[in-house]
């Protein structure tokens, strides 16, 4: 089975301030694993996404995320916080075997303070 | 490229309804995903759909269902509506492949009353 963790349902941060958003998955073997952000009354967009290869990723609007197998970890970072960047942001995991299914977590809901 | 396109974005309806969701994919994409998003239980899939055949499956109540057609449009049916099924209502699209990346409609908000 897989599940994702997300640590904390609601981050504030002060604008120009680093952003961290906390993900973990459990997974028995090496999963694909997502970012999504929602902006309200939006669907999800893609933010980034990690298949193979290198373990840090670089997405869209300044957002990077970081595998750590070891740690079973994906978290979301951002070095200086916009107030375009308040949404709820969505960890995910999947694996090819299981077809097209992925798993989300609870969400992050990000607010950027001025 | 045109993305993915769900109809309608808002609906009512009241208590013992039914309800038909659209969902029309990204072009070339074959596979349809749908989940339900409320904010006591998140993103909840329901069921994914390939090729007119559905493929996976969630944890929900026969009430839902769906179907994919030759073109790859998709749509999901609820009847015999509750208040518990007032949510958002996702449609994701992808190629089917190595690399699931799923993209994401508006949604339909549904309100039961």
Same mark, same amino acid.
């Given at each position: &089975?897989?599940? *994702?963790?997300?640590?904390?349902?609601?981050?504030?941060?002060?604008?120009?301030? $680093?952003?961290?958003?906390?993900?973990?998955?459990?997974?028995?073997?090496?999963?694909?694993?997502?970012?999504?952000?929602?902006?309200?009354?939006?669907?999800?967009?893609?933010?980034?996404?990690?298949?193979?290869?290198?373990?840090?990723?670089?997405?869209?609007?300044?957002?990077? &995320?970081?595998?750590?197998?070891?740690?079973?970890?994906?978290?979301?970072?951002?070095?200086?916080?916009?107030?375009?960047?308040? &949404?709820?942001?969505?960890?995910?995991?999947?694996?090819?075997?299981?077809?097209?299914?992925?798993?989300?977590?609870?969400?992050?809901?990000?607010?950027?303070?001025? | 490229?045109?993305? *993915?396109?769900?109809?309608?974005?808002?609906?009512? =309806?009241?208590?013992?309804?039914?309800?038909? $969701?659209?969902?029309?994919?990204?072009?070339?994409?074959?596979?349809?995903?749908?989940?339900?998003?409320?904010?006591?239980?998140?993103?909840?899939?329901?069921?994914?759909?390939?090729?007119?055949?559905?493929?996976? =499956?969630?944890?929900?109540?026969?009430?839902?269902?769906?179907?994919?057609?030759?073109?790859?449009?998709?749509?999901?049916?609820?009847?015999?509506?509750?208040?518990?099924?007032?949510?958002?209502?996702?449609?994701?699209?992808?190629?089917?492949?190595?690399?699931?990346?799923?993209?994401?409609?508006?949604?339909?908000?549904?309100?039961?009353?």
């Amino acid at each position: &089975a897989q599940s *994702v963790t997300q640590l904390g349902s609601h981050v504030s941060v002060s604008e120009g301030a $680093l952003v961290l958003l906390r993900c973990n998955y459990s997974s028995s073997v090496p999963p694909y694993l997502f970012w999504y952000v929602q902006y309200p009354n939006q669907g999800l967009q893609l933010l980034l996404k990690y298949t193979t290869g290198a373990t840090l990723v670089k997405g869209i609007n300044g957002f990077e &995320a970081e595998f750590k197998k070891s740690e079973t970890s994906f978290h979301l970072t951002k070095p200086s916080a916009h107030m375009s960047d308040a &949404a709820e942001y969505f960890c995910a995991v999947s694996r090819v075997k299981t077809g097209n299914q992925f798993y989300f977590g609870t969400g992050t809901s990000l607010t950027v303070i001025p | 490229k045109a993305g *993915v396109t769900q109809t309608p974005r808002y609906l009512i =309806k009241t208590r013992g309804q039914q309800v038909t $969701l659209s969902c029309s994919p990204i072009s070339g994409h074959r596979s349809v995903s749908w989940y339900q998003q409320t904010p006591g239980q998140g993103l909840q899939f329901l069921f994914e759909y390939f090729s007119e055949t559905q493929r996976n =499956k969630g944890n929900f109540p026969g009430r839902f269902s769906g179907r994919q057609f030759s073109n790859s449009r998709s749509e999901m049916n609820v009847s015999t509506l509750e208040l518990g099924d007032s949510a958002l209502y996702l449609c994701a699209s992808s190629l089917d492949g190595s690399l699931p990346i799923q993209y994401f409609g508006a949604g339909t908000r549904l309100s039961v009353l």
